[in-house]
């Protein structure tokens, strides 16, 4: 079993849609989206960031967020994070909810048990460098 980390957008205490045009304008500047054999993926142009990225929801019109399955050190992994944390209402966090992470205050739009069960509260970031695993 592997490690995972989230990029994940909310709305009202609820999972939110991102726009296709939105989150293929930050990604297409480290790489491609595709479809895959289990959906829309992430493909790295920039290293090896991680095993395998794919987008959650079941179609261009229904993502909510970028899974990244077992994430490496690499130094552009961070900077794809925080690109993708200026989508509006967008958070980053890991499985074991140790960190969570905006670059806005987005309390109000997060579920009321993912800020109880994050002990740090959600951090508020001004650059890449602050994102996770660079901490």
């Not at 829309?40 to 261009?60: P, R, T």
């Not at 205050?105 to 994050?118: G, K, N, R, Y």
């Amino acid at each position: 079993m592997g490690y995972q980390v989230f990029v994940q957008k909310f709305e009202n205490g609820d999972s939110g849609i991102i726009p296709f045009e939105e989150i293929e304008s930050v990604l297409k500047q480290y790489g491609s989206i595709s479809e895959g054999n289990f959906g829309l993926e992430f493909i790295s142009s920039v290293g090896e960031i991680c095993d395998f990225a794919s987008l959650s929801g079941n179609s261009k019109d229904s993502i909510s967020g970028v899974t990244f399955d077992r994430p490496t050190t690499h130094e552009k992994l961070p900077e794809i994070i925080f690109d993708l944390l200026s989508i509006k209402n967008t958070c980053f966090f890991g499985p074991d909810l140790e960190y969570l992470q905006a670059r806005t205050d987005i309390s109000t739009q997060l579920p009321e048990s993912l800020l109880e069960a994050v002990e740090s509260g959600l951090q508020v970031i001004e650059s890449a460098n602050e994102a996770w695993p660079l901490q």
